[in-house]
């Protein structure tokens, strides 16, 4: 499985960014995905996770302004992100959960629970 983000970029505080990362190769339409952030200095965190059956779990920072979806059709998972803040810097990566941690409500769960990753991209907020 291959996975390529795109939408990162540069935006002032208050602003919305949308990432899309496409998935190729060996994809099943029920696999789960999510999207980490890596803050400068600092190590990587789940931001958001979608399940097979549609649920879907957000960090507590990000609850309320971030909507994670996908669409099978076009094997692409999307992160709206909205009245973004400085703290939101970082670089964001979608990755595959592997189907022994993907089931109907689970968590975000740890980085070790996803299989394939995309190579990140540069988010940057400035206040």
């Known amino acids: 499985v291959h996975l390529v983000e795109s939408g990162g970029g540069s935006v002032q505080s208050g602003g919305s960014l949308r990432l899309s990362c496409v998935a190729s190769?060996?994809?099943?339409?029920?696999?789960?995905m999510g999207w980490f952030r890596q803050p400068p200095g600092q190590g990587r965190e789940g931001v958001a996770t979608?399940?097979?059956?549609?649920?879907?779990n957000y960090g507590d920072s990000v609850k309320g302004r971030f909507t994670i979806s996908k669409d099978n059709a076009k094997n692409t998972l999307y992160l709206q992100m909205n009245n973004l803040n400085p703290e939101d810097t970082g670089m964001y990566y979608c990755?595959?959960?592997?189907?022994?941690?993907?089931?109907?409500?689970?968590?975000?769960?740890?980085?070790?629970?996803?299989?394939?990753w995309g190579q990140g991209l540069q988010v940057t907020v400035s206040s």
């Open positions: 979608i399940n097979a059956d549609g649920s879907t």
């Open positions: 190769g060996n994809t099943d339409s029920d696999y789960c």
């Open positions: 990755a595959t959960r592997a189907p022994f941690y993907c089931r109907s409500g689970a968590p975000i769960g740890r980085d070790f629970e996803y299989t394939y």
